[in-house]
């Protein structure tokens, strides 16, 4: 069955159509500058030659359109007929508390994913405006929403809850939600697979360290713990954002500074983390390569994400009282073993012993611990877009 996945940003829309079958994608694209000058689509058949159409784009309802005719293109399509896609699978970043799983998309589906908005005002517009021109072009199948916040919905109240008074949770929900949640849910089950874990019985931190980083401790399959919280600032330091932070800095710097709060925000989300750190780059590759060459900052910043990531990995080791598997995934995770080795540095007290001729394994499935280790250490490549394929399929197969 012919799954498209859409992933709609404010002025991008990534898509792909995969085979559930075979889960093997038959082709994925990109349409940028949707809205602004300069509108592309970057279409790759697989086995045919590449596509890009440079035309304007000047909403989302231009972009979806352009993208079915280069599905159904004679030369670059891989389709014949818009029959052969049976559901679209849309990533939603906020579900808000409402969603734990995926749902199919109606005026009350729609109404969530706008109301939640104040909690995602960048993605969860986009993420609306992307299903209602994919509706349009596609009236007649299911629309299947995935929320990036839907793992996290079996946290405890314990692990969710802010400790700020607690009339803001219930007048406004205010409270920890987490996200890359298919990220995580999919390479949990990745570990499930490949250790022989009684799924019942077991612990796993999942590592999710790309230019955006978030780690889960899941038990027994669910999620008890993630380190992103109401919006994606919080937990460890990232490609442009601060994580963790003690909001007194704020009042400091808007004081000395005359920021507002959305300046700071503005701040902690885009000009921190790794660029803020090192001042060169957001780029995990750019600030090694900087800190290989002795610039301070850029070692200081290299070290204080591993410090972070270590920390937390401690802190699920104690949530979940022990740890049976650790999996290292996203950009970061999954092909830099040197970072995989430093993070793993700091958890020899748990046991863990790496394997010199599987740490710097780059892109593919791993166990990178050795026979003997006492927690089996994995690097898995992410697949959200098969996992959104895989649970709109089961979705409407129900
Ligand atoms: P996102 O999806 O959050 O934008 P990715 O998961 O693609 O991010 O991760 C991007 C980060 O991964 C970049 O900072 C990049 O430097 C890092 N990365 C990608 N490949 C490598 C590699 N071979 N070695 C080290 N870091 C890498």
Do not use: W
Request: with cysteine.
């Amino acid at each position: 069955m012919n799954i498209l996945v859409i992933n709609c940003g404010s002025s991008s829309l990534k898509y792909q159509l995969i085979d559930t079958n075979s889960k093997s994608v038959l082709a994925k694209g990109l349409c940028e500058r949707i809205g602004i000058e300069g509108s592309k689509l970057t279409h790759e058949p697989v086995g045919k030659d590449e596509l890009i159409v440079e035309k304007p784009m000047k909403d989302h309802q231009v972009a979806v359109d352009m993208v079915m005719k280069a599905l159904l293109d004679a030369q670059y399509g891989v389709i014949k007929d818009i029959s052969e896609i049976s559901a679209v699978g849309h990533r939603v970043v906020h579900g808000s508390k409402y969603y734990s799983d995926p749902v199919q998309i109606n005026e009350d589906v729609k109404k969530v994913i706008k109301d939640s908005s104040d909690f995602s005002p960048l993605h969860n517009p986009a993420n609306l405006i992307g299903i209602e021109a994919c509706e349009k072009a596609m009236p007649n199948i299911p629309h299947v929403a995935v929320f990036d916040t839907a793992f996290h919905q079996t946290m405890p109240e314990k692990a969710f809850i802010y400790a700020i008074p607690y009339e803001y949770y219930e007048k406004y929900n205010i409270r920890r939600y987490g996200f890359h949640g298919t990220s995580h849910s999919y390479v949990s089950k990745k570990v499930l697979e490949l250790s022989g874990l009684d799924p019942n019985n077991s612990k796993i931190i999942v590592a999710h360290l790309g230019n955006g980083a978030s780690i889960t401790a899941v038990q027994n399959g669910k999620c008890v713990d993630t380190s992103m919280g109401l919006t994606p600032l919080e937990g460890l330091i990232m490609g442009t954002r601060s994580g963790d932070i003690d909001a007194g800095v704020l009042q400091y710097i808007a004081h000395k500074e005359g920021m507002d709060i959305d300046e700071l925000l503005n701040m902690l989300n885009k000009k921190s983390g790794m660029l803020g750190l090192s001042g060169i780059s957001s780029d995990f590759r750019d600030v090694r390569k900087a800190a290989d060459e002795g610039n301070h900052r850029a070692e200081v910043a290299s070290e204080a994400f591993v410090y972070r990531v270590a920390k937390y990995i401690g802190s699920y080791v104690a949530a979940m009282n022990g740890v049976d598997a650790i999996a290292f995934t996203a950009g970061v995770g999954e092909n830099d073993g040197a970072k995989r080795a430093e993070i793993c540095e700091y958890l020899g007290y748990l046991g863990i012993q790496l394997d010199d001729k599987q740490i710097n394994v780059r892109g593919e499935e791993a166990l990178i611990s050795t026979p003997d280790s006492k927690v089996k250490v994995y690097a898995i490549p992410t697949n959200e877009e098969l996992s959104i394929a895989q649970q709109t399929f089961a979705l409407i197969n129900k």
